[in-house]
């Protein structure tokens, strides 16, 4: 495009300004939760440390695809106007230049305010937007509008996007294509109504002008390109979410149980007990019930997956083996970080320095100990006793991250996750669930030489299994079958006309 051309764009789009103006009362995302957009934050690099390292980009970079794409900027959300309009499959670059956000398009540049938002300068022709230079390769890209923020230190993203769309890019991120097309429709049912109830609530998203994130903070989004099997499980679920006396439920899921699923308030004490949300057997004919250490290691040392739903997954059992010293270096890393990250999960009965205290030093470990578990197996509060004190950790996210089987923290060799069927794992990031038992070795003096985790389950533990889904669905379950054994007493119910989503 030549400057003359440039500036031809720029004016017919400033002159038609006063025409889209009047025609969009709030240029601001579509109101919610009646509409039909759901606004989500997206990861320049998952799995960060902070929130910064994960949500802001330094700058970017993208091209749209589909159509032209007008850009809109101000000093708020609700002062919006149109700057200008650009061409389709042109990269259109964003960056930052001492705090001021410059946008660049063919060799030119210009600066915008606080907040920009992209959209289709034709309704009628949808664009894409496909994030060019992104430290997440082979993004598929993303629909509806992205709306930026100028934090000062980079750019928050946003992407509005239409709540079929939205499904369409969750569905394959967080199950596989090729389940079974009853346990996909599960699936569907149960995203479409976390993200509903999560679009009403006040959530942490709210104040960066969303609603949930995309990563597995929330639900994994557009992490995998759409598919038609799972679009079709999208579609033949349309509107249909699950409620419980009239209310929908928090439909949480997670990948793997170890052959039960567990109560929301032994895995999360700081929430209420739901009759939705207990724990449940996923066996049969087994009844999962452990009463002892004795029988939770018997339980989690049982390699055989007869009559286990979720025994297709690599996870269903799994094992670690950590010397002294790994566990030693280990600890000396993650108890402090979690003493400073949740200080309400992390006790010091016995010894002068709580773990997030100057000069604390973890001293020799003597022994690991679980104090309190679910019936289906999770570990719910555990004890560290070392030469130099006592310390209990609880809540299940808490002692995943206290034992990350990785030798960034362990140091010297790979640590090696070994699972039922599969490839080893090297270095996983964090134990895949809190549903294990511990075996000591000692030697001829008592002393600690090492702690072999016999383990279970993949996730949280609270509400669908998906891996169980698949199971029931191969066992000739329908996904209402299913839906209702995962969330027992809840309905399923199609939302009214006005909110269909």
Do not use: C
């Not at 708020?76 to 650009?86: D, F, G, I, K, N």
């Not at 001829?444 to 891996?467: E, R």
């Amino acid at each position: 495009m030549t400057r003359m051309q440039w500036a031809l764009v720029l004016a017919s789009t400033l002159s038609a300004g006063l025409l889209v103006v009047s025609l969009m009362q709030d240029p601001s995302p579509p109101a919610l939760p009646g509409g039909q957009s759901i606004r989500v934050l997206l990861s320049y690099r998952l799995g960060a440390g902070s929130f910064e390292a994960q949500y802001l980009f330094p700058s970017l970079e993208l091209l749209p695809q589909g159509g032209s794409v007008q850009v809109w900027s101000g000093p708020s959300p609700e002062s919006l106007r149109p700057v200008v309009t650009v061409f389709p499959n042109k990269p259109l670059s964003f960056n930052l230049q001492n705090g001021v956000l410059v946008a660049g398009f063919e060799g030119l540049s210009f600066a915008l305010e606080t907040f920009v938002r992209l959209k289709p300068a034709d309704l009628a022709t949808p664009v894409q937007y496909r994030l060019l230079f992104s430290p997440r390769p082979n993004l598929a890209p993303y629909p509806g509008e992205l709306w930026l923020e100028n934090r000062g230190s980079g750019l928050l993203v946003v992407n509005v996007v239409d709540f079929q769309d939205y499904l369409k890019r969750v569905l394959p991120s967080e199950m596989p294509i090729h389940f079974h097309p009853e346990a996909l429709k599960a699936q569907a049912v149960a995203a479409r109504t976390y993200a509903y109830t999560r679009q009403q609530a006040s959530t942490f998203w709210k104040p960066f002008g969303a609603d949930v994130d995309d990563s597995v903070n929330e639900q994994a989004y557009n992490h995998t390109r759409p598919h038609p099997a799972t679009d079709a499980a999208v579609d033949a679920t349309h509107n249909q979410i699950l409620t419980f006396q009239g209310t929908p439920i928090q439909s949480f899921f997670f990948s793997t149980s170890p052959g039960a699923t567990a109560s929301i308030e032994e895995v999360w004490p700081d929430r209420p007990a739901l009759p939705y949300l207990q724990g449940r057997t996923q066996a049969n004919p087994h009844a999962i019930s452990i009463q002892s250490e004795a029988e939770a290691l018997a339980f989690f040392q049982n390699w055989n997956p007869q009559g286990f739903y979720d025994a297709a997954s690599p996870f269903w059992r799994w094992k670690l083996r950590l010397s002294r010293a790994e566990l030693e270096a280990l600890l000396s890393r993650t108890l402090p970080e979690r003493a400073r990250t949740a200080p309400q999960f992390v006790l010091t009965p016995e010894g002068p320095l709580a773990p997030d205290a100057p000069g604390f030093a973890l001293g020799t470990l003597q022994q690991i100990r679980v104090l309190g578990r679910t019936a289906g197996g999770y570990v719910t509060e555990m004890e560290i006793k070392t030469s130099t004190g006592r310390f209990v950790v609880r809540r299940e996210s808490h002692i995943r991250n206290l034992l990350r089987p990785d030798k960034a923290f362990t140091g010297g060799s790979d640590v090696v996750l070994e699972r039922w069927q599969g490839e080893p794992r090297l270095n996983f990031p964090a134990l895949p669930s809190a549903a294990f038992a511990l075996q000591e070795e000692r030697d001829a003096q008592g002393n600690l030489l090492h702690i072999t985790f016999w383990g279970g389950g993949f996730g949280h533990g609270v509400g669908m299994s998906q891996y169980g889904a698949l199971g029931l669905a191969q066992r000739g379950y329908d996904y209402r079958q299913i839906l209702e054994h995962f969330y027992p007493g809840a309905t399923l119910t199609e939302l009214n006309p006005e909110n269909k989503q």
